[in-house]
């Protein structure tokens, strides 16, 4: 057993933290720069396919929306493999749309990093420290 097996506990509390803030924050800016992101939306080698599912202004809020919900969420323990499944739907489309396009090489490998962290809590859930965990013992 390792000398750092006696942290692991708080690992999954770190992680869970870290990667719920991307999704806290990305998601706020869905409604505080609503127009900048309509507008690198619509500039989007896929915006067509964009059209075709909505209006991207209704989809930067349905997202932003999302993002801020199951983020908190996810940050709390709270309802964890459920909010790891909304944010990795809501995330694929954004990367096909949004990074898969010249010069997003470094974005869209930030995204996939991104999806096996949903992935982990996914299978795993949150952790000893969460919500989730208090409600399951009660």
Not at 21 to 29: A, H, K, Q, T, W
Not at 42 to 47: C, H, N, R, T, V
């Amino acid at each position: 057993m390792s000398k750092w097996s006696s942290y692991s506990y708080i690992s999954d509390l770190v992680f869970r933290i870290s990667l719920s803030l991307i999704f806290i924050v990305g998601g706020l800016g869905h409604f505080l720069r609503h127009h900048w992101m309509l507008q690198r939306l619509e500039g989007s080698p896929w915006i067509e396919w964009v059209l075709k599912i909505g209006s991207p202004s209704l989809l930067l809020w349905v997202s932003g929306a999302v993002m801020v919900v199951a983020g908190s969420a996810l940050l709390l323990g709270l309802f964890t493999r459920l909010s790891a499944l909304a944010l990795f739907v809501t995330l694929v489309p954004i990367t096909f749309v949004v990074h898969i396009a010249p010069d997003h090489v470094g974005p869209l490998l930030k995204n996939i990093a991104i999806l096996g962290g949903l992935v982990h809590f996914f299978v795993t859930g949150a952790g000893n420290l969460s919500i989730d965990r208090y409600r399951r013992e009660r």
